[in-house]
C-alpha cells in the first residue's frame, strides 16, 4: 500500500516538494513520475475554467480528451497548444498502457471529457484505476460539474442527494429501473438525451407519481433554461427541445404513501358530486397521492367494471 505525503506550496513557490513512504519502496520518490490529473472543464460558458485548470492544462505533456474536437475549443480559447490523445469510451483500455507508460516515464497527462467533471457518467474510470494499481499519483482539478449546477438551482438541494446517470434507453428496461427508485428518500438527480427526453418524463409519472422536478436545460449556455413543477405539467415544455438535460426530481415523501384504492375511489366520487369534473379530479388526487393520471384512470375504470 503506497502512502502519500506532500505539502502545498504557497503560490509563488514554482512547484510542491513530495515524498513517498513505502514498505517495498522506502526511500524512493515520486519526483521522477508523472501525474494524472482529472481536470473539470466548462460544462457550457467556456469562461467557468479555473486558473488553475488552465495552467495544468498548458504544462502537461498530454491532454487525454472524450472528444479531442471539442476539447480544441477550449483550448484555442485559452492559447494553449498542448497536443490531445482521443480517450473515449470505445477505446480507453487501448489508450491505458501507453498513457501509463508515459506517467511512469515522468510525463504529467490531464484527462478531460467534452463537459464538466471527468468520470460522472463519461470514461476514465479504467484509466485511474490502472494508474491507482501502478502506484501513480491521481490530483483531482475541481470546477464544473452539471450535477451540482442543476441540483442547486431545482429548489430540491438538501444534505443529500442521489445521482443516478442516464437512464436505460428502452422503456420497458427504464420502468425496471425506475421501480428500483422509486422509494429514495433523497433528490434524484439524472442525464438524459433530447431525444428520449419525454418518454423519459413520461415513465417517471407513471412510476414514481407526479413529483415535483426541475428540468435544466442547456445550463450556462446562451439558451440555459430551467423548468420546476410536477411532472405532468413540466412534461410539455420539453416537447421538440433540444440540448442537454439535467433533472431533479424530488425525492419519495412518506407523507404521500398511497391509501388503499377504495378510499381513492370514494375520494373521486365525492369530488365529482361535488361538480368537480372528471379531468380535474383525477389531476388533483393523482398529485395528491404522487400517482400518475394514467395509473388512476386505469384504478377508476377497473373499478367501474
Not at 63 to 81: C, F, G, V, W
Request: aromatic share 6%; hydrophobic share 40%.
Amino acid at each position: 500500500m503506497l502512502q502519500y505525503r506532500y505539502s502545498v506550496p504557497h503560490p509563488c513557490e514554482v512547484a510542491p516538494h513530495w515524498s513517498i513512504v513505502s514498505r517495498s519502496l522506502l526511500g524512493s520518490t515520486i519526483m521522477s513520475k508523472g501525474i494524472l490529473y482529472l481536470v473539470a472543464t466548462p460544462i457550457g460558458n467556456l469562461e467557468d475554467i479555473s486558473f488553475r485548470a488552465i495552467r495544468i492544462l498548458a504544462e502537461v505533456a498530454l491532454i487525454a480528451a472524450e472528444d479531442t474536437r471539442r476539447t480544441a475549443k477550449l483550448l484555442y480559447r485559452y492559447e494553449i497548444d498542448t497536443p490531445t490523445l482521443s480517450v473515449h469510451k470505445h477505446n480507453e483500455r487501448q489508450r491505458t498502457p501507453s498513457i501509463l507508460l508515459r506517467l511512469e516515464g515522468g510525463e504529467s497527462v490531464a484527462l478531460v471529457t467534452d463537459a464538466g467533471t471527468p468520470l460522472l457518467s463519461d470514461p476514465g474510470a479504467y484509466l485511474v484505476k490502472s494508474a491507482l494499481a501502478r502506484g501513480l499519483r491521481v490530483e483531482s482539478i475541481p470546477g464544473a460539474s452539471a450535477i451540482l449546477s442543476a441540483l442547486v438551482a431545482s429548489g430540491l438541494a438538501g444534505s443529500q442527494f442521489t445521482f443516478v446517470g442516464f437512464p436505460p434507453s428502452r422503456s420497458n428496461s427504464r420502468k425496471r429501473w425506475l421501480q428500483t427508485l422509486k422509494g429514495e428518500p433523497r433528490p434524484l438527480i439524472f442525464f438524459e438525451a433530447p431525444h428520449r427526453i419525454e418518454k423519459c418524463l413520461t415513465d417517471m409519472a407513471e412510476i414514481l407519481g407526479d413529483r415535483q422536478i426541475a428540468v435544466c436545460r442547456e445550463m450556462t449556455k446562451a439558451h440555459e433554461e430551467l423548468v420546476v413543477g410536477p411532472i405532468s405539467v413540466v412534461i410539455g415544455s420539453v416537447t421538440g427541445k433540444k440540448g442537454e438535460f439535467t433533472l431533479v426530481v424530488a425525492p419519495h415523501d412518506d407523507k404521500k404513501t398511497r391509501p388503499e384504492d377504495e378510499q381513492i375511489i370514494r375520494e373521486f366520487g365525492e369530488m365529482t358530486k361535488k361538480e368537480t369534473s372528471r379531468r380535474a379530479a383525477i389531476r388533483q388526487i393523482a398529485k395528491k397521492y404522487g400517482l400518475s393520471a394514467q395509473s388512476l384512470y386505469t384504478l377508476l375504470e377497473e373499478a367501474k367494471q
